[in-house]
């Protein structure tokens, strides 16, 4: 069992920036995030490998940046240019591939976004 706990989570204005962090009890080779807005279903974000290679939902494309640091068994996601549709409670998850939703195993308790105008 992974245990994974997100942070970062904030309530901020249109066009502004947020990081999120994640601390697993132990690496696994994908580590992704993904978000669920009220009503939608849940939506991959971005994946990173234990080769530093990132993947991306088009939504997020030039705006998100995944980044992991192996030693501090840790995940983060800088969000830049925030929009209305990006509120969401985002999930870290781990132990699946890219942002194949059905294959991760392990998730966190969620960190909420909320994104004014």
């Known amino acids: 069992q992974v245990s994974l706990v997100e942070s970062g989570g904030d309530s901020v204005q249109a066009g502004w920036s947020l990081r999120l962090s994640c601390v697993a009890s132990?690496?696994?080779?994908?580590m992704s995030w993904f978000r669920q807005s009220p009503g939608k279903e849940r939506e991959g974000v971005a994946a990173i490998d234990s080769f530093l290679s990132s993947t991306y939902a088009d939504s997020v494309k030039g705006r998100f940046i995944i980044s992991r640091d192996i030693d501090k068994k840790t995940v983060y996601l800088q969000m830049n240019s925030l929009k209305p549709e990006d509120t969401a409670m985002y999930y870290c998850?781990?132990?699946?591939?890219?942002?194949?939703?059905?294959?991760?195993?392990?998730w966190g308790q969620g960190s909420k976004v909320t994104v004014t105008s």
């Open positions: 998850a781990a132990g699946g591939s890219l942002l194949a939703i059905k294959s991760y195993e392990h």
């Open positions: 132990r690496n696994m080779f994908y």
